[in-house]
């Protein structure tokens, strides 16, 4: 039986900061930047699915199935708030919300939820027409 990709995108509106609590704001400001300061992006968050193609089923997973499990899980969560507020992960003293933490935030909630048989093959977090990060699990 092949084995087929299937990649959602998925988009939303969110602010973030990336700063560290246990610096003062010179520090953060000389090592973040901008990015120390709250600011908004248009993100886009690809969710590649992998599985066998299976005619019967329409494909490599329901493609309704898998609108609903990102709605819940990201663009519900996060469209419109502040990531480091919507998300305790994000709190101070915790993950910084950087892109690459943020896909591999995504990996965590939606691999568990899959159906039996299809896996996650990527999760790509764009921030703007110039700058993505990718996860694709653990080695």
């Known amino acids: 039986m092949p084995i087929s990709y299937l990649t959602r995108i998925v988009e939303f509106s969110a602010t973030h900061y990336i700063r560290r609590a246990d610096w003062p704001d010179e520090r953060n400001a000389r090592e973040f930047g901008r990015a120390a300061v709250e600011h908004g992006h248009r993100y886009q968050c690809r969710v590649t ?4 193609l299976v ?9 309704e199935a898998l609108d609903r499990l990102l709605a819940e899980e990201i663009t519900r ?3 419109g708030r502040s990531i480091n507020e919507a998300l305790p992960e994000f709190a101070p003293r915790r993950r910084l919300a950087t892109g690459e933490a943020l896909a591999v935030y995504v990996w965590e909630r939606i691999a568990p939820q899959l ?3 299809v896996t996650l093959h990527a999760v790509r ?6 700058i993505y990060s990718e996860y694709y699990g653990e080695p």
Request: glycine content about 20%.
């Open 77 to 79: 969560r996060l469209d």
């Open 115 to 117: 159906p039996r048989g």
């Open 49 to 52: 699915v992998k599985g066998p």
């Open 125 to 130: 977090v764009q921030e703007g027409p110039h």
């Open 55 to 63: 005619a019967a089923a329409g494909g490599v997973m329901s493609l």
